[in-house]
C-alpha cells in the first residue's frame, strides 16, 4: 500500500503564503511524477501544479509566477510554494503521486491521492 500525507493547510490573508508538503511512503519501486490538485464546492477538481521525475513542470495559467513546485525524489516529497494568494483559491488541495509499486513490474503506474488539506484565503 501507498499513503499520502499532506501538510501545511490553513488560513491566509489575501496576498498571502502558503507552503504545502505532501510525503509518499509505502510500497514505492519508483515514483513518475507528484502534483497538486485542488476542488472548491460545485467545482471540479483541477491541476495546480505537476513535477515529473525529470523535473519537468506544469503550472494551472491562473498560478504561473505565483506558485512553485519542487520535489525531493529520494525522499518521495512534493512542495507546493504559494505566494500572492487570492481568495477564490480556497479550496481542499490534493496531493497526487504516479508510481510504480514493484521492480518487476516498473510500467505498470497507479495514480494515488491524499486526504487533501483545507486552504482558506480570507479577503
Known amino acids: 500500500q501507498v499513503q499520502l500525507v499532506e501538510s501545511g493547510g490553513g488560513l491566509v490573508q489575501a496576498g498571502g503564503s502558503l507552503r504545502l508538503s505532501c510525503a509518499a511512503s509505502g510500497r514505492i519501486f519508483s515514483i513518475n511524477g507528484m502534483g497538486w490538485y485542488r476542488q472548491s464546492p460545485g467545482k471540479q477538481r483541477e491541476l495546480v501544479a505537476d513535477?515529473?521525475?525529470?523535473?519537468?513542470?506544469n503550472y494551472a495559467d491562473s498560478v504561473q509566477g505565483r506558485f512553485t513546485i519542487s520535489r525531493d525524489n529520494a525522499k518521495h516529497t512534493v512542495s507546493l510554494q504559494m505566494n500572492s494568494l487570492k481568495p477564490e483559491e480556497t479550496a481542499v488541495y490534493y496531493c497526487?503521486?504516479?508510481?510504480?509499486?514493484?521492480?518487476?513490474?516498473?510500467?505498470?503506474?497507479?495514480?494515488?491521492w491524499g486526504q487533501g488539506t483545507q486552504v482558506t484565503v480570507s479577503s
Open positions: 497526487n503521486a504516479r508510481l510504480a509499486t514493484s521492480p518487476l513490474s516498473p510500467g505498470t503506474i497507479y495514480q494515488y
Open positions: 513535477i515529473t521525475s525529470g523535473d519537468i513542470t
